[in-house]
């Protein structure tokens, strides 16, 4: 493993390498990410935004979560990263290296920096050819015209070449940095993005029905140049076990088993080549809900017992919260909203998440039946027509996609929801205050009582000087529960009394162990 590492650095020495990323234990970091697909030739070619300049990073064993509707781009953005497509445009860093790169945007930028050099050399020859007319025709000595016009001259001389040097400076610097990103497209190393695996959305499609489980499994050891078929069964075994499968399967093919089970060979021949990012293509959207609860809980088993880095693709948001550190909200090829998954569903406020979130389901068919389904629509939802929105940070850890109109009323949505919070948290704290008090007078009246009741029954019988009180029953020990404000631990102690006879860490211990 060690000599892997050794040789997968040296054959990176050519790349774009980012230190700092390593620095803040990113893995993962996707920069500016754009796809595009092309369809047809001529006048009659199309243009398909499938992704558009999406950026975020993922740190060293993370969950991150990538959720929207079908079509929204997440899938692509997957295989984008893995390099199963040629990106269009942006940058996608592994381990610091930059593994995939497009040229697109460079490209542009030269097109149109000389788009804007012949309109700007277009504007100066126009005025220098008015200001020279405004000269011949003004009633000037021969010197002074030809004093005025070489100034005129040598102005827009001047202006011109330096119109000339700024594009000419910008589409070298464009240019070499298109030469970057072809050299890197080029030298980036096998061995290191084979440390990027893909678990596919159907497992049906993506097993070969005329391979065996054990071939299908060792497929990619054997393109990475392990041929020893001893060492490939003897992995191909324990990574079967390590998916819950029995090693008598290897000889099996795809067709004779369940959907379940093929998701689990997927898993078995992404995880044998011991990869440091796994990404997972709605792993579960295809199998039923019984079989999803195994997936989900023995790609968590996974993760803690390899150190897994993972991508989880869905459109589930209630799995994506139990499963993910973070999650990503896509809509129409972009990222429209970005945070931990507990602030997500802490504070959602992009209409789309507000509309992904009210279409889960509830178990309790009382609050199901009320539950209200928010319908988004962009064109209503929002206004951009005069400024275009960016994706910016509106809590330490939180981006959401708007413009500055949109962040104040976010801002102002957020301080409503936090003091609406609060205000529900200090009712239902009062109101257990309430309780704990009425609990805890009861037995203090109690005891009052009894007292009353023991004095009337005193009953005085002299004999000779000794005066005999009567034997009375004995008294029942009454305790006092409380709650102690330093430590916050709840306390026993004799009704009236001031000596603290146990503690204990929650209300009821305390009551049981009065009670008793």
Request: with cysteine.
């Amino acid at each position: 493993h060690g000599l892997d590492g050794i040789e997968i650095e040296l054959s990176c020495l050519k790349l774009k390498y980012k230190k700092e990323l390593v620095d803040n234990n990113v893995l993962l970091s996707v920069r500016h990410l754009k796809q595009f697909f092309f369809f047809g030739s001529g006048l009659n070619r199309a243009k398909l935004t499938a992704v558009h300049d999406i950026s975020f990073d993922v740190k060293e064993g993370e969950c991150f979560g990538i959720v929207g509707e079908s079509g929204c781009g997440k899938t692509t953005t997957g295989r984008s990263i893995i390099k199963l497509y040629n990106i269009t445009s942006g940058s996608v860093y592994f381990k610091g290296y930059r593994i995939s790169a497009g040229s697109r945007w460079n490209e542009k930028e030269i097109k149109f920096t000389k788009i804007r050099l012949r309109k700007t050399l277009a504007e100066y020859k126009s005025q220098m050819k008015s200001e020279l007319a405004t000269i011949n025709s003004a009633d000037l000595s021969a010197d002074e015209k030809s004093k005025k016009i070489a100034s005129i001259n040598e102005k827009y001389s001047n202006l011109i070449k330096e119109a000339k040097d700024k594009a000419h400076s910008i589409c070298s610097v464009q240019r070499k940095k298109i030469k970057l990103i072809k050299n890197d497209n080029k030298h980036v190393s096998t061995k290191l993005t084979s440390q990027i695996q893909m678990i596919f959305q159907d497992p049906v499609d993506s097993l070969d029905p005329h391979m065996t489980v054990e071939d299908i499994i060792q497929e990619g050891l054997r393109i990475q140049g392990h041929h020893n078929r001893e060492e490939n069964h003897k992995k191909t075994v324990e990574i079967l076990n390590k998916v819950g499968l029995i090693p008598e399967y290897a000889s099996r093919y795809p067709h004779e088993f369940s959907g379940g089970q093929r998701q689990r060979i997927g898993i078995a021949r992404a995880l044998i080549m011991n990869p440091k990012l796994l990404i997972c293509d709605e792993p579960i959207s295809a199998l039923d809900v019984s079989i999803r609860a195994q997936i989900i809980n023995l790609l968590n088993e996974l993760k803690e017992e390899m150190g897994l880095t993972l991508i989880f693709i869905a459109h589930d948001l209630s799995v994506v919260k139990y499963f993910c550190d973070r999650i990503a909200v896509m809509y129409y090829g972009e990222i429209v909203e970005l945070a931990t998954s507990d602030e997500l569903f802490k504070h959602s406020l992009h209409p789309y998440t507000k509309a992904l979130l009210s279409a889960i389901p509830k178990p309790n068919p009382l609050t199901e039946k009320t539950r209200k389904r928010i319908l988004y629509n962009p064109a209503t939802a929002h206004d951009y027509s005069k400024q275009k929105p960016t994706l910016r940070e509106i809590l330490p850890g939180h981006f959401i996609l708007c413009n500055d109109d949109e962040e104040v009323k976010y801002r102002e949505e957020i301080a409503s929801l936090d003091l609406a919070r609060e205000e529900s948290v200090e009712e239902e704290v009062t109101e257990e205050v309430k309780e704990v008090i009425k609990e805890d007078s009861t037995p203090v009246t109690e005891e009052v009582n009894e007292k009353k009741e023991l004095k009337k029954s005193i009953k005085t019988v002299k004999e000779g000087d000794e005066i005999i009180k009567p034997a009375s029953k004995p008294q029942k020990k009454v305790y006092h529960v409380a709650k102690r404000d330093s430590d916050q631990k709840w306390t026993i102690k004799f009704a009236g009394g001031e000596k603290v006879i146990k503690l204990f860490d929650t209300k009821v211990e305390a009551v049981n162990y009065a009670n008793e």
